[in-house]
């Protein structure tokens, strides 16, 4: 289990910095700083899934992402640390492999490639399984790690939370850190979950789904924010992105933390919160995926 050290995630202030009067504590969770590769909320999706496989005895671990996922990437490097093979079935066909895929190469996952038609084919039985019938003793992992164990990993972030918080801010791609946090944390706690895609409104039912009854309370989707879709920015998100690590020197990514950064700005520009609110904003690391930023990033 040992391969990322949990006590390298901190919590940082932010409001030293930024907007200090509106609320009074901001704070930064820096999953970020977990590890390189597998870092921020990836690493906890995947830690009881990866458990689970080795106690079990399986040999490959099969999952699913695009092109710039950061849950391949942190599954083709956690399972060659678990001594196992690991094969990623990708969204989609690349005349270049992006940063990402060559990445996921160079820790020895195998990458198959499907049409964006037949990727909607994912959660059928046996799909998967057919694809990589040539590997042996497969243990297959949803897309984003949003399985029962990929749920109760990212309620282990709990351990970093203190219930002294009224708010707690996460970035939301399939809901699983979301589902986990809600789960685990007090209920008091009222959970933002920053949407960065369009037509996110299927989430809410998802998340309400697999929330434990007695704790679908108190959690929020806000979709406001996504910059025209899922993987889309602009020059005024990347000018934001620098200004915000100007003030705090912490870096954000460019498709989850700083859409939900930027929400949160907004949000206390507008008074959105009152002045004796504690927020604590969960970076969940994806900085790999700035590789795909051609421009304008200053780090
Ligand atoms: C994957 C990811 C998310 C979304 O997590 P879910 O558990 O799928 O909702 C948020 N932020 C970052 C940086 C991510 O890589």
């Known amino acids: 289990?040992?391969?990322?050290?949990?006590?390298?995630?901190?919590?940082?202030?932010?409001?030293?910095?930024?907007?200090?009067?509106?609320?009074?504590?901001?704070?930064?969770?820096?999953?970020?700083?977990?590890?390189?590769?597998?870092?921020?909320?990836?690493?906890?999706?995947?830690r009881l899934n990866m458990k689970h496989a080795e106690e079990r005895g399986f040999k490959t671990i099969v999952t699913?992402?695009?092109?710039?996922?950061?849950?391949?990437?942190?599954?083709?490097?956690?399972?060659?640390?678990?001594?196992?093979?690991?094969?990623?079935?990708?969204?989609?066909?690349?005349?270049?492999l992006t940063p990402t895929l060559v990445a996921c190469k160079e820790e020895g996952m195998e990458l198959i490639f499907v049409s964006k038609e037949d990727y909607k084919n994912k959660h059928e039985p046996g799909w998967a399984s057919d694809l990589v019938a040539h590997f042996d003793e497969l243990f297959i992992i949803p897309e984003g790690g949003a399985n029962e164990w990929g749920r109760e990993g990212a309620?282990?972030?709990?351990?970093?939370?203190?219930?002294?918080?009224?708010?707690?801010?996460?970035?939301?791609g399939t809901?699983?850190?979301?589902?986990?946090?809600?789960?685990?944390?007090?209920?008091?706690?009222?959970?933002?979950?920053?949407?960065?895609?369009?037509?996110?409104?299927?989430?809410?039912?998802y998340i309400a789904e697999h929330l434990q009854p007695a704790k679908n309370l108190n959690w929020e989707l806000i979709d406001k924010w996504h910059f025209g879709g899922f993987g889309k920015?602009?020059?005024?998100?990347?000018?934001?992105?620098?200004?915000?690590y100007g003030e705090t020197?912490?870096?954000?990514?460019?498709?989850?933390?700083?859409?939900?950064?930027?929400?949160?700005?907004?949000m206390l520009e507008d008074n959105h919160?009152?002045?004796?609110?504690r927020l604590l904003c969960i970076h969940t690391g994806g900085l790999q995926g700035n590789a795909g930023v051609r421009e304008g990033l200053v780090y």
């Open 64 to 96: 699913f992402g695009g092109g710039f996922s950061n849950h391949l990437i942190a599954t083709a490097y956690a399972a060659k640390r678990f001594g196992m093979a690991s094969v990623g079935i990708v969204r989609g066909h690349y005349d270049h």
């Open 155 to 172: 309620g282990l972030l709990k351990r970093y939370i203190n219930d002294w918080y009224t708010h707690i801010a996460v970035s939301v």
């Open 175 to 205: 809901g699983t850190t979301l589902i986990g946090l809600r789960d685990k944390l007090n209920d008091n706690q009222q959970i933002m979950g920053f949407v960065p895609m369009k037509q996110g409104a299927y989430l809410k039912d």
């Open 249 to 266: 020197s912490i870096p954000l990514d460019v498709i989850y933390t700083a859409k939900m950064m930027y929400g949160v700005h907004e």
């Open 1 to 46: 289990m040992g391969i990322i050290d949990d006590s390298r995630a901190v919590i940082q202030p932010v409001n030293k910095f930024w907007y200090k009067k509106k609320v009074a504590a901001l704070d930064m969770l820096r999953l970020d700083l977990l590890h390189p590769v597998v870092s921020g909320n990836k690493w906890f999706k995947l």
């Open 233 to 244: 920015w602009n020059n005024e998100l990347i000018s934001f992105m620098n200004e915000f």
């Open 273 to 277: 919160f009152s002045s004796c609110d």
